[in-house]
């Protein structure tokens, strides 16, 4: 099955602009989708598709591709911004199935 | 307001057996496809399967994990979402999440979750 590999942390200073990848080889094929998650909560899709935001998610996070690598961008990071982030696509092995990336830890300093 | 509630969490011993509802609320639940996602503590997500719907025959497909003891179904009529869990393992502990799926042939997503359902293994 295929793989997503995220950095495991990242940090940005308040209002700065941060961007968080996600590398495998589905990602030639498929897009990615990216989740928020914050401590004891569910993950919320922030981004899917080509760039697309689900209603009621700020403009400042877009998505973006190139090669095997999809990218979640914050430009001007809030304090509110600090979760972990998950990336997902379809299993480019043919068999439908459904991958996570590991997970990418923000900080907001 | 489009809502996941999953229940049905708990303490169960290896090699027992446990049963997850999901109860959805707000969109017509007959036309998506559903699936649960996991996480075990401290860890990231994992998919563990997905039933589609109706007019895809309710067709399922499970994570390598899981297939053979995990079962997915659906009652349309109840608006309901079920994970059957059989041979647990202790490794099958996590917080366990139905989830709405969307997209098509290049996406994929989940939107909305659940609020999650504790499933812990252990004797």
């Known amino acids: 099955s295929s793989e997503l590999t995220q950095d495991p942390a990242v940090s940005v200073a308040l209002g700065q602009t941060v961007r968080i990848t996600c590398q495998g080889d589905?990602?030639?094929?498929?897009?990615a989708s990216w989740y928020q998650q914050k401590p004891g909560q569910a993950p919320v899709l922030v981004i899917y598709?080509?760039?697309n935001r689900p209603s009621g998610i700020p403009d400042r996070f877009s998505g973006s591709s190139s090669g095997n690598t999809a990218s979640l961008t914050i430009t001007g990071a809030q304090a509110e911004d600090e979760a972990d982030y998950y990336c997902?696509?379809?299993?480019?092995?043919?068999?439908?199935?459904?991958?996570f990336g590991g997970g990418t830890k923000l900080t907001v300093l | 307001e489009v809502q996941l509630v999953e229940s049905g969490g708990g303490l169960v011993q290896p090699g027992g057996s446990l049963r997850l509802s999901c109860a959805a609320s707000?969109?017509?639940?007959?036309?998506?496809?559903m699936d649960w996602v996991r996480q075990a503590p401290g860890k990231g997500l994992e998919w563990v399967g997905r039933?589609?719907?109706?007019?895809?025959?309710?067709?399922?497909e499970y994570a390598a994990s899981v297939k053979g003891r995990f079962t997915i179904s659906r009652d349309d009529s109840k608006n309901s979402l079920y994970l059957q869990m059989n041979s647990l393992k202790t490794e099958d502990t996590a917080v366990y999440y139905c989830?709405?799926?969307?997209?098509?042939?290049?996406?994929?997503?989940?939107?909305?979750w659940g609020q999650g359902t504790l499933v812990t293994v252990s004797s």
């Open positions: 997902n696509s379809r299993d480019s092995s043919g068999n439908h199935h459904v991958v």
């Open positions: 707000g969109f017509t639940f007959s036309d998506h496809y």
């Open positions: 039933t589609r719907n109706k007019a895809n025959s309710y067709t399922t």
């Open positions: 989830a709405r799926e969307g997209g098509d042939f290049w996406e994929n997503w989940f939107d909305p």
């Open positions: 589905s990602l030639r094929s498929y897009y």
């Open positions: 598709g080509k760039n």
